[in-house]
């Protein structure tokens, strides 16, 4: 047991060891084509035989879950207090079409695709499968959204969309999990319906109500000077997860409810928002090191085992045409120029939202084809951080070059 004590400490060093390193070098390596999802990744990758050796399988599980649904939170929030609502009046057609349109497209598109692959997995399955693929993550494109040369309207419509599709799409996960398990009766298939419409709904009022009355009573305090500014960045955190929890204890979607918070924080309130910035260039970026490093120690491997053809082919089909055509027939009669859609449709990068709905229906529910669900999106979140990391910088310069 001291052993096994000691080579965990021996892991905990190393890795902190790497993230001084990283952090030295941030801006030398943000002149070359590595990210820090690849880099934590591949650093997870390299530790995950030792750590399954020292530490419970369900003590990983539930810790890389939890690291993974705070670090989600916390971003979407801090991305969508920067998003303008001024700005994306102008272009609010863009994000609300890739949602609306794009969204229910590439879901039926990829479940044709995936049934078509392996037929004999039923059609439940591929709907779970696409369903979990299907939200972009805020995090791995970030280099884009914070870029000078990307134009507003996209980096804007990049954002919104990666905060509210994870989302909208969770009925879809919940749908394709139970149906999946075939442990549902009629009565509580009649109650989907409703139990989304609540998720959805109830999500962004809870978001409006808290990110508002917050962003007001900081004003208050602010103008009276009764608040340290060390605490300014104390209220932001806890604003984003008592709207998640808000959400949550009444039935509404916590993930909508955070990205909609901090987009009426952002907008409501009238002071500087320095604070969230100093905030994620330092405890964020820590929170997002841990999750990319726990998805490159727990299931990328676990991925990795089940690997064959098939989820190669999934991964690859929706990175690209399960993704570009849905998100390309979107934007339709827009008035976007080919590249510019091409621009939207290719940066819909698989991260975070994936690693934790995956999770989720994993260790709640008694799902057939298991190995392969995790081969599928595993290797689809992994191709993703390397493809989406090493393209957004140049083809962020090209677009704003253009």
């Known amino acids: 047991m001291e052993?096994?004590?000691?080579?965990?400490?021996?892991?905990?060093?190393?890795?902190?060891?790497?993230?001084?390193?990283?952090?030295?070098?941030?801006?030398?390596?943000?002149?070359?084509?590595?990210?820090?999802?690849?880099i934590f990744t591949g650093l997870g990758?390299?530790?995950?035989?030792?750590?399954?050796?020292?530490a419970p399988a369900e003590l990983l599980s539930g810790s890389s879950r939890l690291i993974a649904e705070i670090t989600l939170i916390i971003i979407l929030f801090a991305d969508a207090s920067h998003v303008r609502f001024s700005r994306l009046r102008q272009n609010f057609q863009l994000p609300l079409r890739m949602l609306i349109i794009g969204m229910p497209l590439s879901i039926a598109f990829g479940t044709f695709v995936v049934y078509w692959l392996n037929s004999s997995i039923g059609f439940a399955m591929p709907l779970l499968t696409t369903a979990l693929l299907t939200p972009t993550d805020a995090a791995l494109g970030q280099t884009v959204v914070s870029s000078p040369n990307v134009p507003a309207k996209l980096s804007q419509t990049i954002n919104v969309e990666s905060g509210l599709n994870d989302g909208l799409v969770l009925p879809f996960v919940l749908l394709g999990a139970i149906l999946s398990t075939q442990a549902i009766d009629d009565q509580g298939i009649m109650g989907l319906p409703m139990k989304a419409v609540l998720q959805i709904v109830l999500g962004p009022l809870v978001g409006i109500t808290i990110g508002w009355s917050i962003a007001k009573a900081l004003d208050l305090v602010?103008?009276?000077?009764?608040?340290?500014?060390?605490?300014?960045?104390?209220?932001f955190l806890t604003t984003a997860f008592a709207a998640f929890l808000g959400a949550e204890i009444i039935g509404g979607n916590g993930?909508?409810?955070?990205?909609?918070?901090?987009?009426?924080?952002?907008?409501?309130?009238?002071?500087?928002?320095?604070?969230?910035s100093e905030f994620m260039e330092g405890n964020g970026q820590l929170l997002t090191m841990a999750a990319f490093f726990m998805f490159g120690a727990l299931l990328l491997p676990a991925g990795?085992?089940?690997?064959?053809?098939?989820?190669?082919?999934?991964?690859?089909?929706?990175?690209t045409v399960i993704r570009i055509v849905?998100?390309?027939?979107?934007?339709?009669?827009?008035g976007?120029?080919?590249?510019?859609?091409?621009?939207?449709?290719?940066?819909?990068?698989?991260?975070?939202?994936?690693?934790?709905?995956?999770?989720?229906?994993?260790?709640?529910?008694?799902?057939?084809?298991?190995?392969?669900?995790?081969?599928?999106?595993?290797?689809?979140?992994?191709?993703?951080?390397?493809?989406?990391?090493?393209?957004?910088?140049?083809?962020?310069?090209r677009i704003g070059r253009d």
């Open 45 to 54: 990758f390299a530790a995950s035989e030792p750590l399954r050796t020292l």
């Open 255 to 276: 993930f909508i409810a955070a990205f909609v918070a901090g987009a009426v924080f952002g907008n409501s309130y009238k002071h500087d928002l320095h604070f969230i």
């Open 336 to 397: 976007l120029k080919l590249k510019e859609k091409l621009f939207l449709g290719w940066f819909g990068p698989r991260g975070l939202a994936s690693i934790l709905f995956t999770l989720i229906v994993v260790d709640e529910f008694d799902l057939p084809g298991e190995a392969e669900l995790l081969a599928c999106v595993s290797m689809t979140v992994f191709l993703s951080i390397l493809l989406h990391g090493f393209s957004a910088t140049p083809l962020a310069n």
């Open 304 to 319: 990795l085992e089940h690997v064959s053809f098939i989820p190669v082919l999934v991964a690859v089909a929706f990175l």
């Open 3 to 38: 052993d096994h004590a000691l080579y965990f400490e021996v892991i905990l060093f190393g890795l902190i060891a790497c993230v001084i390193v990283y952090s030295l070098l941030t801006k030398a390596v943000g002149r070359t084509i590595l990210t820090l999802p690849i």
């Open 326 to 334: 849905p998100i390309y027939l979107s934007l339709a009669g827009t």
């Open 222 to 235: 602010q103008d009276r000077d009764w608040i340290l500014e060390s605490a300014q960045g104390v209220v």
